[in-house]
């Protein structure tokens, strides 16, 4: 069954912690993106890699980093230096420029 | 920048009434334009695109969206809306002058519809 896996559902994490959030793709798509999606904000992007070990910054990278060791995984931390990291996060794969970009089912962040 | 703008923030209707959301973006250029639909717990999926050839675009469930280029619009219509069109819905861009890898998100509108 093809698509686009997030783990966690939801991740709850302490003030000055850093976390990972997974993203997993079996639809051989090239590129992966990281959205941010809060209440009213619509969808922001975070980062973007277009190809394996290689990533750009999106709208709102400060306090994030990402990694991009194989085609099907994507994953995004989440570092301390975030200052509102309380969000849902969505990741997202296409095949091509011309192509829609298809969703991972989110990851809800928490930070008490 | 690219900005894309979505006014109506949270539209109610009954069921059997038109739909209109209205989507707007700031660049004159060539764009490609894409309407996405969340539905309560469910994956954001896309409804409809333009990229090029007839401005009126017809997507699933019945809905359709008219690239209007003067006026820097893509709303989104159905003639007759049904509960389970209860979603929240984007609008999206992108263009070969501004990055055709990366896609401009609206604020979305939330669409809730009264049996």
């Known amino acids: 069954d093809g698509g686009i896996t997030q783990s966690p559902k939801y991740l709850f994490r302490k003030e000055g912690q850093n976390v990972t959030l997974s993203c997993e793709q079996n639809?051989?798509?090239?590129?992966m993106y990281w959205y941010r999606q809060d209440p009213g904000q619509g969808l922001r992007l975070i980062y973007y890699?277009?190809?394996?070990?290689?990533?750009q910054k999106g709208d709102i990278a400060e306090g994030y980093s990402v990694s991009r060791e194989k085609k099907e995984s994507f994953p995004l931390t989440v570092t301390s230096a975030q200052k509102n990291p309380t969000a849902f996060y969505l990741c997202?794969?296409?095949?091509?420029?011309?192509?829609?970009?298809?969703f991972g089912p989110g990851t809800r962040l928490t930070v008490l | 920048a690219q900005s894309v703008s979505q006014h109506n923030h949270h539209v109610i209707l009954s069921e059997a009434a038109s739909l209109e959301l209205g989507c707007n973006y700031s660049?004159?250029?060539?764009?490609?334009l894409f309407w996405y639909v969340q539905y309560p717990g469910q994956h954001l999926q896309l409804l409809l695109k333009y990229f090029s050839g007839d401005p009126l675009v017809k997507g699933i469930k019945g809905f359709e969206a008219e690239f209007i280029k003067s006026k820097f619009s893509f709303n989104l219509r159905k003639p007759s809306v049904q509960w389970s069109d209860t979603a929240e819905y984007f609008c999206a861009v992108n263009g070969p002058n501004f990055g055709n890898e990366k896609l401009t998100f609206g604020t979305g509108t939330r669409l809730t519809i009264i049996p």
């Open positions: 660049y004159g250029g060539t764009v490609n």
């Open positions: 997202a794969s296409t095949l091509g420029t011309y192509n829609e970009q298809f």
């Open positions: 639809l051989n798509h090239d590129a």
């Open positions: 890699s277009q190809i394996v070990n290689d990533f």
